[in-house]
């Protein structure tokens, strides 16, 4: 085995379009998806793959970097890979969670083509062959001419929901949140759930409402068939004092470290762990932090902070593992136009997706589509994501109180953004 040791690690920036720029508390993704994709080598030939959020010269160039720190490391050192470049002190000084969790998906992808198995069986063995996964309901700005795809009122929000239902079977359905005031929002949750009888719902404003408008939500959405509130409010005091009976609350914010995840079962502020291959720092942190879950009777399920086709399959891996994952995923994934793994984009069935069988993440890149987007990259730049292109200068307080107006149908394209 020794020629299993890393010998080069590149990195490539991709620009991925969406159906449409999809709005949130913060800001919006304007249109497209940035990512940096991951390529680690070994001596003897074999590629891993990985992929990270955001992209750029400083993505491509932090995980090249890295290079010096990994070269010769071998891919089952995986523990090791750990504190080769996230020991808890150094850390105080750099943090590169994100980094490693690219990188340990490429060394996960590397072990299992090395041994001709997919990483689900180095995680444990798979429970399930397919991971379900719940709509992710944005409100979207429209086509810059046509106005088309747009999503601000709740008939368009209910629509869209239908489609989406239609095309690939989703049966629990999420609402991103934080656009607009919580009144007019909830207006929209309860429409969808009246749309959908028999479904299940979930309602993220990112944490930008108070505490009372939390408690306020809170009430008015307890006739749905709700899975959890997710993140109404900021920080762990914050989320105790909304936390309510009948009413579970989810976090993807505010428990995505094992100290916080401590702090929580101590004194208990979230109901459910959502669990993200990237926030965590890889699949591995997350398989551990849902076995600290399970002893603790706490829910879990797999969150989603954008994915092209390699963090899709880290997200599926980790889903097909868990015994004790009782909701359905998010992903961003059918808001994607295209992907840059060969065979295109992973279908849905039954608003399930199967989970890869082949060695290591069971994916491969499509070397074509790779330079297509890079160049796509090059052309457009990145974009700020905790900016608003449909509100220039805008950004907001937390709680937030600069809601989005509903009434404002503004495009992008719109000639006050010039
Ligand atoms: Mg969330």
């Not at 970097?65 to 490391?73: A, K, P, S, V």
């Not at 086709?309 to 136009?337: C, E, F, K, S, W």
């Not at 840059?340 to 849905?348: H, L, P, R």
């Amino acid at each position: 085995m020794s020629d299993f040791v890393i010998v080069d690690i590149r990195a490539t920036t991709v620009s991925v379009p969406l159906e449409a720029p999809l709005r949130h508390a913060v800001g919006a993704h304007w249109g497209r998806f940035v990512r940096t994709i991951v390529e680690v080598e070994t001596a003897d030939g074999l590629v891993g793959l990985g992929e990270m959020g955001g992209g750029g010269e400083s993505a491509e160039a932090a995980i090249v970097g890295l290079l010096t720190y990994l070269r010769g490391h071998s891919p089952f050192r995986l523990e090791e890979l750990r504190f080769a470049i996230c020991n808890p002190t150094a850390s105080l000084y750099n943090n590169r969670t994100q980094l490693h969790a690219a990188l340990e998906f490429a060394c996960l992808d590397l072990v299992g083509k090395k041994l001709g198995v997919p990483v689900h069986d180095l995680l444990g063995g798979r429970v399930r062959d397919q991971v379900g996964f719940a709509s992710y309901l944005f409100y979207r700005y429209g086509d810059p001419e046509t106005g088309a795809g747009e999503v601000r009122t709740p008939d368009q929000l209910v629509e869209h929901a239908l489609d989406l239902k239609k095309q690939h079977g989703f049966t629990s359905h999420k609402l991103k949140g934080g656009v607009f005031g919580p009144d007019y929002e909830i207006d929209c949750y309860l429409a969808v759930a009246e749309a959908l009888p028999g479904d299940s719902f979930r309602y993220d404003p990112n944490g930008s409402l108070s505490i009372e408008e939390s408690i306020r939500v809170a009430d008015r959405i307890q006739g749905v068939r709700n899975d959890f509130l997710e993140d109404p409010t900021w920080g762990l005091e914050g989320m105790r004092q909304v936390r309510r009976p009948g009413l579970l609350l989810a976090t993807n914010q505010v428990v995505v470290n094992f100290e916080q995840l401590a702090s929580n079962m101590m004194r208990r502020a979230v109901d459910v762990i959502l669990l993200d291959t990237t926030f965590w720092g890889g699949i591995r942190p997350c398989v551990k932090a849902a076995g600290v879950c399970e002893t603790f009777q706490m829910p879990i399920a797999v969150h989603s902070s954008g994915e092209l086709g390699i963090q899709l399959a880290t997200m599926l891996h980790l889903g097909a593992v868990l015994p004790n994952l009782t909701y359905t995923a998010d992903a961003h994934y059918h808001q994607l136009r295209d992907d840059i793994i060969v065979g295109g984009k992973m279908e849905y069935a039954d608003g399930t997706i199967a989970v890869p069988d082949g060695p290591g993440l069971g994916v491969e890149l499509d070397r074509d589509k790779v330079a297509e987007y890079a160049e796509e990259f090059r052309r457009l730049g990145g974009y700020p994501y905790d900016r608003d292109p449909g509100r220039p200068g805008w950004f907001p307080l937390m709680p937030n109180t600069r809601w989005a107006d509903p009434a404002d149908p503004v495009r992008p394209s719109d000639p006050r953004l010039a």
